[in-house]
């Protein structure tokens, strides 16, 4: 079965940082073929993507509320993706998860449903 592993994670404090990775262990996967995305979700509330790096030009793709604070970034030599996040806020305290799908329907790049795999899930806390 191919999977999606994570690392990253915990609590940081308002303003601070944190850096998320994903990397799948499956040989039938390799993340530089597929889109990935990075999805939240707090209690409460519905899954949002929060950003995207596509499979063909590396065009990268921000919800509005993560824009200039969050970074998406391949490592295609550790066959990894990175979601670099900085200035947290408390509003970005969720259960954060990485995607992966080879095909996205209507080029929406942050649609749950567009993906195939998930990552076992991170918490973030935002915190003071």
């Known amino acids: 079965q191919l999977k999606l592993v994570q690392s990253g994670g915990g609590q940081v404090q308002p303003g601070g940082s944190l850096r998320l990775s994903c990397t799948s262990p499956?040989?039938?996967?390799?993340?530089?073929?597929?889109?990935i995305a990075w999805f939240r979700q707090a209690p409460g509330k519905e899954r949002e993507g929060v950003s995207a790096?596509?499979?063909?030009?590396?065009?990268?793709y921000y919800a509005d509320s993560v824009k200039d604070r969050f970074t998406i970034s391949r490592d295609n030599a550790k066959n990894t993706v990175h979601l670099q996040m900085n200035n947290l806020k408390p509003e970005d305290t969720a259960e954060y998860y990485c995607?992966?799908?080879?095909?996205?329907?209507?080029?929406?790049?942050?649609?749950?449903?567009?993906?195939?795999?998930w990552g076992q899930g991170a918490q973030v806390t935002v915190s003071s």
């Open positions: 790096i596509d499979n063909n030009d590396d065009d990268t």
């Open positions: 995607a992966a799908a080879h095909v996205i329907s209507s080029q929406a790049y942050l649609r749950p449903d567009n993906y195939d795999y």
């Open positions: 499956s040989p039938g996967l390799t993340l530089y073929l597929n889109n």
